[in-house]
Every structure is written in structure tokens, then in C-alpha cells.
């Protein structure tokens, strides 16, 4: 009886979450026709069972989704995916069909997912049903992220025809224009360096799977997901960061102030070509009008967010799982502000965002108390107050270096400080074995 009565409100959650998910989409699905007069997220994802796939972590989506499988089950459903896409790849050359971006495989992958879905429903019950439903979920979320973060791009691009780089780079000047110094030393170590940071930069995803996947590497045998796990906390930062977006659009130092990453094409729509080698001056900003095709996605930077949510989870994994962490947050930083993406602010921003996104998850798991919803207030008003001291107090902040520098990086260490003092108590503490008395010795 005490188990029925949990598992309604659960399946009530679950279904409300489901809901709202299909409604989500199903909007993003109208605005991006209305907007840009192209396929929504539903439907890229829907083409691509049978048309060549875009980029993508299809084969990413289905290792997450085999975390529920036993090996064997696993080596079918991989052994499956590369044959269904040998077939495709066979078909499509015989018929000399392009494929974009050369990208040839990943159908297999969706088919199986798909495939896993339909086994769920018709030949499983109970909880293992539910289970592999999770992971094919799972899977399936992952992808979708993809087509859904694309989707708000346009719409940033479309909607918000004037962007706030002016107010951003004037209150860079509190760090020292970060993003300046680290694209003069990047040019340096070219081609090394750019490749290196490139490589990391582009597969970020990848780096969240295989932590995934070390987290979730017990759901097999323990038929159960862990609480709380990487995937979460990336796919709650993806939704709520493009939302930030739409307040604040900017769209970085290398198509604000220079060239866009195609060359000389984005000179036309530059404020000035300054970047990576002079300074933006110190004047008056305003908002400025841009294109209808870059994305203002800088405020905050969610690679940083994501690389903080990747080096947190990897904490209590092996040594190599730890470097591996370590290494993708530095270099993450590194080509955020080398390559010209993001100011120094807006990393900033993106590590006050996705610890309060990490505490706020956590406390949810756990259950709200005074110290979580102390932790995620005050992460959550300091990240206002950086959006807000961008936006309005620009000069004050170029024209004083020496007082708002140190503020900022003061406000963002303390939510580290914060984050890291209060998780420290929420651990389980182990308590000391206790000793056997000692008898006295008979004489």
C-alpha cells in the first residue's frame, strides 16, 4: 500500500514532465517555421530515421541508453546499429545521394533507440519496462538536446535584432579584456593550439558521456538510475541558458569586434575589427544592430557552465577520470576566450550559473532545507546582480578596473566557496568503527 501510494504522485510527476517536454518542442517546432521558415526540432529529428543525419551524438544517445542493457544485449544493439548503417551507407552511395557535411552514419543508432522503445512497450513490463524506457529516454533527450539548442539559436538571431556587445566589452575592461590577451597567445601557438582547442571545444559532449557513463555504470546490475547525474544538470542548463539569451543577446568579441569565424565576412557587421590585437575603447555603449543569422548566445557562456557541471561529477571518479575533468574545464576556458566566442564576463556568469543549476538539482534530490535554499538564493541573486552591473554599470566598471575586477572575481569565488562548503556537509558522514573494549588481564 505504502509503495502504490508512492509511485502515483510519482507517474503523475513523470507524466506532467512528459507534457510539458511535448509542448516545449511542439512550440520551439512552430516558432522556428514562423521565424526562420525551416524545420523545427521534431521534425529534423523525425527526417533523419531515413534521411542522412546531421552532426550529432546519435551513437552518444545510444551508449547512454545501453547503460540498461546487460553486455550481451549491448553487443546486439551495437552490432545492430552498425549494420542498419552499413546499409544505409551502401544504399545512399548506390544511388549517389548526398549527405551533409559528409556526415554518413547515425540512422542505425536512431533505429535502434526506436527499436529499444517498441521492445519496452510490447515485450517488457513492470519496472523493467520502465527502465529501459529511461534509457531509451535518455538517449533519445540527448539528441533532441541537440536539435532543440540549434533551434534556439535561430531564434536569438531572428528575434532579438540588436545586440548588448557594447555594454559587455566596456565592462570587460574590469578583467582586462581577457578574451584579447588569449587570442594573441592562441595565434601564437598556431597550429598546435587551435587544433588542440578546437578538438575540445566541438566535442564537449562527448567528455559529459563518458562521465555519464561512468556515473550510470551500475543501472545494469542495481536496475535503477542513480538520483542525481551528469545528464541532468547539462540538460537543465541547455533549457534554462537560452531563456538568458533572449535577455541579454550578445555575440561575442570575434563577431563584434572582429572578423566572424569565416574570414572577412563579418567585417560588414562589426562594430570595429579590433579583435584580437587593440582594445575596444572606453566609450559611451549602446545596443547595436547585427545580423539576422549569428546566434546571440554568449551571456552566459554555457560551454563554461557545462565544463564546470563535467568537472564537478568527474570529482569522485578515478584519478584519470579527475584529470580528464580538470583538463577539459582549463582548455574549455582557453578557446572560449581564445577563439574569440566570449568575453571574460560572461565565463564569469556561466560559472555562478551552473553551480546554482548544480545546487539546485542536488537540494532537489535530497530535499529542500535552509542550507540548500540559502545556497541556490544566493547564487541566483548574484547572477542577477552580474547581469545587471553589465548592463547598467559598464563605465563605472571600465573607468574603475582596480575596484570591479576584483568584485566580480570575489562574487564568483564566493559561490564557489559557497557551493563547496555547503556539498561538504551534505555528505554522508562515515563514523569510526568502533573498538572492542579492552578486558583487564587476570593476574
Known amino acids: 500500500m505504502k509503495f502504490a501510494a508512492w509511485r502515483k504522485p510519482r507517474a503523475l510527476l513523470w507524466a506532467a514532465v512528459s507534457v510539458a517536454t511535448l509542448g516545449f518542442l511542439i512550440a520551439l517546432e512552430i516558432a522556428a517555421r514562423r521565424y526562420g521558415g525551416v524545420p523545427g526540432p521534431i521534425t529534423n529529428q523525425a527526417r533523419e530515421v531515413i534521411f542522412p543525419p546531421k552532426p550529432g551524438p546519435l551513437y552518444a544517445g545510444m551508449a547512454l541508453m545501453m547503460v540498461v542493457l546487460t553486455w550481451r544485449q549491448r553487443f546486439i544493439a551495437a552490432g545492430a546499429a552498425i549494420g542498419i548503417d552499413i546499409v544505409f551507407v551502401l544504399v545512399r552511395w548506390a544511388v549517389d545521394a548526398e549527405t551533409p557535411d559528409d556526415h554518413f552514419f547515425g540512422n542505425g543508432a536512431l533505429w535502434?533507440?526506436?527499436?529499444?522503445?517498441?521492445?519496452?512497450?510490447?515485450?517488457?513490463?513492470?519496472?523493467?519496462?520502465?527502465?529501459?524506457?529511461?534509457?531509451?529516454?535518455?538517449?533519445?533527450?540527448?539528441?533532441?538536446?541537440?536539435?532543440?539548442?540549434?533551434?534556439?539559436?535561430?531564434?536569438?538571431?531572428?528575434?532579438?535584432?540588436?545586440?548588448l556587445d557594447e555594454?559587455?566589452?566596456?565592462?570587460?575592461?574590469?578583467?582586462?579584456?581577457?578574451s584579447w590577451l588569449a587570442g594573441r597567445i592562441l595565434r601564437a601557438t598556431d597550429p598546435i593550439g587551435t587544433h588542440l582547442l578546437d578538438w575540445v571545444y566541438g566535442e564537449l559532449a562527448v567528455a559529459a558521456v563518458v562521465v555519464?557513463?561512468?556515473?550510470?555504470?551500475h543501472v545494469a546490475v542495481e536496475r535503477r538510475f542513480p538520483s542525481h547525474h551528469l545528464v541532468r544538470t547539462f540538460l537543465v542548463i541547455g533549457l534554462l541558458g537560452p531563456a538568458i539569451y533572449m535577455i541579454f543577446p550578445v555575440v561575442g568579441p570575434i563577431f563584434a569586434y572582429g572578423p566572424g569565424t569565416s574570414g572577412t565576412g563579418g567585417v560588414q557587421w562589426a562594430i570595429a575589427n579590433l579583435w584580437p590585437d587593440t582594445l575596444p575603447p572606453?566609450?559611451?555603449?549602446?545596443?547595436?544592430?547585427?545580423?539576422?543569422?549569428?546566434?546571440?548566445?554568449?551571456?552566459?557562456?554555457?560551454?563554461?557552465?557545462?565544463?564546470?557541471?563535467?568537472?564537478?561529477?568527474?570529482?569522485?571518479?578515478?584519478?584519470?577520470?579527475?584529470?580528464?575533468?580538470?583538463?577539459?574545464?582549463?582548455?574549455?576556458?582557453?578557446?572560449?576566450?581564445g577563439f574569440g566566442y566570449h568575453y571574460g564576463v560572461d565565463l564569469v556568469a556561466g560559472v555562478v550559473f551552473a553551480l546554482t543549476i548544480e545546487a539546485a538539482l542536488r537540494s532537489l534530490d535530497r530535499g529542500w532545507d535552509r542550507s540548500g535554499i540559502q545556497l541556490v538564493a544566493y547564487g541566483t541573486t548574484v547572477f542577477a546582480a552580474l547581469l545587471v552591473s553589465y548592463r547598467y554599470l559598464p563605465m563605472e566598471m571600465a573607468e574603475h578596473p582596480w575596484v570591479f575586477g576584483p568584485l566580480l572575481i570575489l562574487a564568483m569565488t564566493s559561490v564557489i566557496y559557497g557551493y563547496v562548503r555547503t556539498t561538504r556537509q551534505w555528505e554522508p558522514k562515515t563514523a569510526p568503527a568502533r573498538q572492542p573494549e579492552r578486558q583487564p588481564e587476570l593476574v
Open 212 to 217: 555519464a557513463l561512468y556515473q550510470l555504470r
Open 282 to 337: 572606453i566609450t559611451t555603449p549602446h545596443p547595436v544592430r547585427y545580423d539576422e543569422i549569428t546566434p546571440r548566445n554568449c551571456m552566459p557562456s554555457l560551454h563554461t557552465a557545462w565544463a564546470v557541471a563535467i568537472f564537478i561529477h568527474s570529482r569522485k571518479g578515478p584519478w584519470i577520470l579527475r584529470f580528464a575533468g580538470t583538463f577539459w574545464l582549463i582548455a574549455t576556458l582557453s578557446a572560449t576566450l
Open 112 to 163: 535502434v533507440m526506436l527499436g529499444c522503445a517498441v521492445i519496452a512497450v510490447t515485450r517488457r513490463t513492470g519496472r523493467e519496462r520502465v527502465l529501459l524506457l529511461k534509457g531509451v529516454g535518455l538517449g533519445l533527450i540527448l539528441v533532441a538536446g541537440r536539435k532543440t539548442g540549434d533551434t534556439w539559436l535561430l531564434i536569438t538571431s531572428k528575434t532579438r535584432p540588436e545586440v
Open 167 to 178: 555594454y559587455v566589452a566596456t565592462a570587460d575592461h574590469a578583467l582586462g579584456n581577457p
